[in-house]
């Protein structure tokens, strides 16, 4: 979480009005003199599963600006139904509320570039102040946001919504909706074409970047603001003879990684602390690794999406087809590579009810544990499909296995940490930093939790959060048990 600089980190002064004094506590509590940690990317975390191999290890962890270790739990919060006055207005307090009291502190917030300047350089104010009042919200329930720019299917020239109509150039090429299968619009030529346009044309290219130091110099420091995710699922246009993953590559390594650089720097004009999150191509969902390059910034995330085409489509999973474990081959390369941590920004089935869901989510979480600093389901609304509860609040069937125990900040070095979900034992392993803060924050669902702390104090505990005190440099043991 974003805040002031010192020593301690902003939660010890916090914490001394509701602890009790003792030499213990004293001794913990007391400052040091060294500055406070960078927020440079710690050593990646060691998972306890032993078929963790050298790859995933590679990957090191999001951190906070206090050098703490992150892990992001939540969901996608979107309202994709209203525009102009009313945009924005099915995203209400209670979903961050609900997120919250489920155990999660992470949300992905769709916005729509048509909405923020529904004309060229005339920028919505109220749109910008709905999505302030999110922000609010979501600070109120101590939950860090991405800022997502999303498309699909480019933007509303093709009865979507993302880039406005009026950055839409397809030089005259057709288009034919496909009302039972969306996704195949991306293939019609005048989308591709409007794709090449946009990363292409140095109008739409300024145009671009001065959206995203629009949305950054408004948001910038606003503390429930964790990072920006430049564009949504970006795609582009097939070369006569290429195969899928061919162009995907290409498109990655000539098209995305220039205009990840361009706009990584039009936010750093605007805010100098936040993370910038890219996504490769949806095709990585299938398997495939991507052509993306460097993107030459201190605090990059990579962020794919994690999809399956026959999930997508209302199918069952099938633990045998090695779906999962190609996925995760495919998306270790390039933040091991690159030095970056992971965030999935999306994923989760269509329908959850089906015979084999309940071992989807038990080998995603597993999966996603051994390699990502956290993820966002998709997508937090309230009924049937790819929402995560039902209208009463209740999570839809297998989704309630998405709420297990974590540490949401570590204040030093994570060892291991691992959850079993049959036996219902989270257990985390880490070394205390030598100097900066010293507490760590655990997130517990609902439920009866009982947590300990070998080497540390638990310190507190209230409904769905737990923090542990450290002395520096020592070693800690915490396990946290369900009753």
Partial sequence: MRGTTNTVGPEVSVLRAILTT??????????????????????????????????????????????????????????????????????TERHLRDMQAKGFD???????????????????????????????????????????AHQDVFGPAFGHRGIPAW??????????????DWFAEYFEPAVQRAFSHLYQDPDLRRAQARMWRTLAGRFARHPAVLGYDLINEPMGELHPGEDLATAARRIERDQLTPMYNRLARAVRSADDDAWVFVEPTPIVGEGVPTGLGRVHDPRVVY???????AMEAGGDYDPGAGWIEAYERAVTDYP?????????????????????????????????GRYASGWAGYVWCYGGGYCAVDDTGAFRTNKELTAEPYAQSVAGTVRSASYDAVRGVYRL??????????????????????????????????????WVLAAPGSRVGVTVVRN
Avoid: C
């Fill in 22 to 91: 003792g030499a213990v506590v004293a001794a913990l509590l007391a400052p040091t003199t060294a500055p406070a940690a960078a927020a440079a990317p710690a050593p990646a975390a060691v998972p306890a599963s032993a078929s963790a191999d050298a790859t995933a290890q590679a990957i090191p962890r999001l951190t906070d600006r206090h050098g703490r270790v992150l892990t992001l739990h939540g969901w996608n919060i979107e309202d994709k139904v209203h525009r102009g006055d009313q945009a924005l207005s099915g995203i």
């Fill in 106 to 148: 992470f949300a992905r917030l769709l916005v729509f570039w048509d909405d923020l300047e529904p004309r060229p350089g005339q920028y919505s104010q109220s749109y910008l102040r709905r999505i302030e009042r999110i922000l609010d919200w979501a600070e109120r329930y101590d939950i860090q946001v991405l800022i997502d």
């Fill in 167 to 180: 950055a839409t150039r397809t030089d005259g090429l057709p288009f034919t909706p496909h009302p039972d």
């Fill in 303 to 309: 962020a794919p999406h994690f999809y399956n085409a």
């Fill in 336 to 368: 091991a590579q690159y030095r970056v941590p992971v965030v999935i920004g999306e994923w989760g089935p269509l329908d959850s009810t089906l015979p084999n869901m309940r071992r989807f989510y038990r080998d995603a979480m597993a999966s996603l």
């Fill in 429 to 466: 392993a880490y070394r205390a930093a030598p100097h900066g803060s010293r507490l760590t924050e655990l997130s517990l669902p609902p439920g009866s939790w009982r947590v300990e702390a070998d080497g540390a104090l638990v310190v507190r505990r209230t409904p769905g959060r737990a």
